[in-house]
């Protein structure tokens, strides 16, 4: 048997109808498909594929796996396979593909083959569960209550079907055993099949009176409160098996499992990447300058972040290990990325303004080009819309240098924001404020 359930695949596929295919629809299909996959033919057999067919055909011809498949996948029908793999194909030699599929699926290849398969007590259906958590529940972990709406066994009739005080005889056809021999030709040796018994359906007893709480079938649907624990660092779309919290099976059957599958919200301020915890902070233009001090958000609330003299935009600032615990690993965990993004002030006041132009005669920064150069036609174009725009610089400043500052500028940018690019809507209700 196969492990890996997620690299299996699709039962639809692996037979070759699409999803909505009555039941005759997927036996021809399979049937056509299986006698050139089969061993013996020598131009197309393919063991491996016959088996994986064979298996995709056992649970797609029984209506209540394919059911349970619909639902859950490959996890809702585990176990409940045969699994083909331990089929010795080679010991059908010689035989036609009828002869095969008829020992394999029973006589007269009915859809819903019984292969000497004892029913007894059934393992209950496994259950999914959808679980939100926030983004700082998967960080940390939690304890989540979680309920359940799961088949138990029927109070009123303690499970057994049987209306209180009403009379259960043993089944005389099986004598209680819930199973019955039978004689069967398989590949023309006569050998004994167990079946389940057609009297008592396998219950082993007859119930005169019905429980009118289960209709007889022993079984209720209750909630039932569970308390989940979700470990620190799980990941949206993790899925996680609480076992035993599925449905009870049938006539004392086992309870099967619960599948959880966790969606984590997404924050205001952080975006996770696996283990690593990205957030914008905006700097002042002067701090950026200057240097100075920060109040950052972290999963662990406002910490303080030095901000290097001479910081540029774009800079990424490493906090260590205040990301998120890795998963198993609560004493390890990722960083947390800061992404610088100097603001420069948009309105400035007439003293903002004169300081600054005082800031930059200090420096000995021209805000003007004083030699023009010869225009190419692209940037005479360009200018001339500039023009329209802004009168007064147009007047002075016919130029290249200018250009090509911006164009550095530009490209700057965009090397570091490829990053932001991809979480700026995250943080743009922020900044546009
Ligand atoms: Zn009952
Ligand atoms: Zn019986």
Redesign the pocket.
């Known amino acids: 048997m196969k492990t890996m359930a997620n690299a299996k695949q699709d039962y639809y596929e692996t037979i070759g109808v699409p999803k909505d295919s009555s039941a005759e629809e997927i036996k021809k299909a399979f049937r056509k498909k299986a006698r050139s996959l089969h061993p013996d033919n020598k131009e197309s057999g393919d063991e491996q594929a016959f088996k994986e067919l064979a298996e995709a055909y056992e649970v797609l011809s029984d209506e209540q796996k394919r059911a349970a498949y619909d639902r859950y996948g490959h996890e809702g029908v585990k176990g409940s396979t045969r699994g083909f793999e331990d089929v010795d194909f080679s010991s059908f030699a010689g035989f036609g593909i009828d002869d095969i599929l008829e020992s394999l699926f029973g006589g007269g290849f009915r859809t819903s083959g019984g292969f000497g398969r004892p029913q007894g007590p059934s393992h209950g259906a496994h259950l999914k569960y959808d679980l939100e958590i926030d983004f700082l529940e998967a960080v940390f972990g939690c304890t989540k209550k979680i309920t359940v709406n799961r088949l138990e066994d029927c109070t009123t009739c303690d499970g057994d079907g049987a209306s209180p005080g009403s009379k259960i005889s043993t ?4 004598g ?3 199973q ?1 021999k039978e004689l069967v030709n398989m590949l023309f040796v006569q050998t004994y099949q167990i079946t389940t ?1 057609p ?2 359906s ?3 007893k ?1 119930i005169e009176k019905p429980c009118k709480d289960c209709r007889g079938q022993g079984l209720n649907r209750k909630k039932v409160d569970f308390d989940l624990k979700v470990p620190a660092g799980i990941d949206d779309g993790a899925r996680m098996r609480l076992t035993g919290a599925g449905d009870k099976g049938a006539q004392g059957g086992a309870f099967g499992d619960l599948f959880i599958i966790v969606h984590v919200k997404q924050h205001k301020d952080f975006i996770r990447e696996g283990s690593t915890v990205h957030v914008k902070q905006p700097v002042s233009f002067s701090m950026a300058a200057l240097g100075g001090e920060v109040m950052v958000p972290t999963v662990e609330g406002s910490k303080v972040l030095k901000i290097p003299q001479g910081i540029q935009g774009g800079t990424k600032l490493i906090m260590k290990d205040m990301g998120v615990p890795i998963l198993n690993y609560p004493n390890r965990r990722g960083d947390q990325v800061v992404h610088v993004n100097v603001e420069t002030p948009k309105k400035l006041s007439k003293e903002e303004k004169e300081l600054f132009q005082k800031l930059a005669s200090i420096r000995g920064e021209s805000l003007e080009v004083e030699a023009r150069e010869e225009k190419s036609p692209a940037e005479k174009e360009k200018s001339s819309e500039s023009e329209k725009e802004t009168k007064k610089e147009s007047k002075k400043n016919k130029n290249g240098n200018a250009d090509k500052e911006t164009k550095e500028e530009k490209h700057h940018e965009k090397h570091n924001d490829s990053f932001l690019d991809k979480i700026v809507d995250a943080f743009r209700p922020k900044n546009d404020e």
């Open positions: 089944c005389e056809t099986c209680g055993v819930g019955v018994c009297k008592c396998g219950r082993g007859q």
